[in-house]
């Protein structure tokens, strides 16, 4: 895997912060179940039939399993990896359980760039249809 030194730096904004994950920005390169605006917004993960603790456990389990993901941060209610691209830039993936709403809120932005050309889109969906029963990695 190549190293980006641009891109290689953690953003301070990452967490959560009184419930909340860090807005997107107004780049076409970020989604998130928070965000406000169509653009960017993307539905949270629903646990179904699952415990939170436990859908937690599998989205980590999941994103191990996958060469480009790496994950930094995991507990029973938030998880944050570094998914990285064959070129070296890294996109950072958060998720945050949410027991008031009862669902995980998502967050995956590219650190760099104005467009993503749809990969933090789609790797929300990928995870979404791991909790549905279908494969993660392809």
């Not at 730096?9 to 605006?37: F, I, M, W, Y």
């Not at 749809?118 to 029963?133: I, P």
């Amino acid at each position: 895997m190549l190293t980006n030194p641009l891109t290689s730096k953690r953003p301070q904004s990452l967490g959560a912060h009184q419930g909340r994950l860090a807005a997107c920005p107004p780049t076409r390169n970020s989604v998130c179940s928070q965000a406000e605006d169509a653009a960017h917004y993307i539905a949270p993960l629903e646990p179904g039939d699952r415990c939170p603790a436990e859908m937690m456990r599998r989205l980590k389990t999941a994103l191990m399993g996958c060469e480009e993901a790496e994950v930094i941060t995991a507990s029973d209610t938030y998880l944050h990896a570094e998914c990285h691209s064959a070129l070296g830039f890294v996109d950072d993936l958060e998720l945050l359980w949410s027991e008031d709403e009862g669902v995980c809120h998502v967050r995956s932005a590219s650190r760099l760039g104005i467009t993503d050309l749809g990969k933090n889109r789609a790797r929300v969906e990928k995870l979404r249809m791991l909790l549905e029963g279908w494969g993660f990695c392809d």
